[in-house]
């Protein structure tokens, strides 16, 4: 079975550009969050989707959003990117009525 | 809120030796807790849970975990560690409340560098 997939998985920007990740998750799973990690901050919860829903949300300012397709398929946009958007963000795959959150390798980015 | 601490920033354990990654939290209600493992340029890799049952939970590549009710503590142990055991280790605590509480709260993160 594949596992999470995220692409692309380097990505550069500048300052002020708008930029769409996306998560392809395990087969069968429906749950997606997606996280940033930075070394300041850690590991942040950004929001979750489940059935094209957002079902959870996270602390982050309204640059930040995401959906959900029918294929459960995810895109995470950023808007009006900022230097201190640069980090590596992981989206990770849950299969219902189960506790195990399997990531993806993440996508690098890097706002100039 | 709940929340995940992870005292040490940095683990150095010789190879063989046994290796102790320390871990405890906070939150409401029973708690479901998870240890995950991220090589350079990758993401988590899930290592084990602990949602009931067995205080001693075993895992991934021979590593367990003790959940200490008590000391609202689980570290992440192996008896005998491994040079490419080296990596950043993050435990995680997820509450079974409603709402934000049913995400993932992770922990520092602990690197852990096994010496040769």
């Known amino acids: 079975k594949a596992g999470v997939t995220q692409t692309p998985r380097y990505l550069i920007k500048t300052r002020g550009q708008q930029v769409t990740l996306s998560c392809s998750p395990i087969?069968?799973?429906?749950?997606v969050s997606w996280y940033q990690q930075t070394p300041g901050q850690g590991l942040q919860f950004l929001f979750e989707?489940?059935?094209?829903?957002?079902?959870n949300k996270g602390n982050f300012p309204g640059r930040f959003s995401g959906r959900q397709f029918s294929n459960s398929r995810s895109e995470m946009n950023v808007s009006t990117l900022e230097l201190g958007d640069s980090a590596l963000y992981l989206c990770?795959?849950?299969?219902?009525?189960?506790?195990?959150?399997?990531f993806g390798a993440g996508t690098r980015l890097s706002v100039l | 809120a709940q929340s995940v601490a992870q005292p040490e920033d940095q683990v150095n354990v010789a190879e063989g030796n046994p290796l102790t990654v320390k871990c405890t939290y906070s939150?409401?209600?029973?708690?479901?807790l998870f240890w995950y493992v991220q090589y350079p340029n990758r993401g988590l890799q899930f290592l084990l849970k602990?949602?009931?049952?067995?205080?001693l939970v075993k895992g991934s590549y021979g590593f367990e975990a003790e959940f200490n009710k008590s000391q609202t503590s689980f570290h992440l142990k192996k008896p005998s560690a491994l040079v490419s055991d080296s990596a950043l280790y993050f435990c995680?605590?997820?509450?079974?409340?409603?709402?934000?509480?049913?995400?993932?709260?992770f922990g520092s993160g602990t690197q852990l560098t096994v010496l040769p």
């Open positions: 087969s069968g799973h429906r749950s």
């Open positions: 990770a795959s849950r299969a219902v009525a189960k506790n195990i959150q399997y």
């Open positions: 995680a605590v997820r509450g079974i409340s409603s709402g934000s509480a049913r995400q993932l709260t």
């Open positions: 602990y949602i009931t049952g067995d205080n």
């Open positions: 939150v409401s209600g029973n708690p479901y």
């Open positions: 989707y489940f059935s094209e829903t957002q079902r």
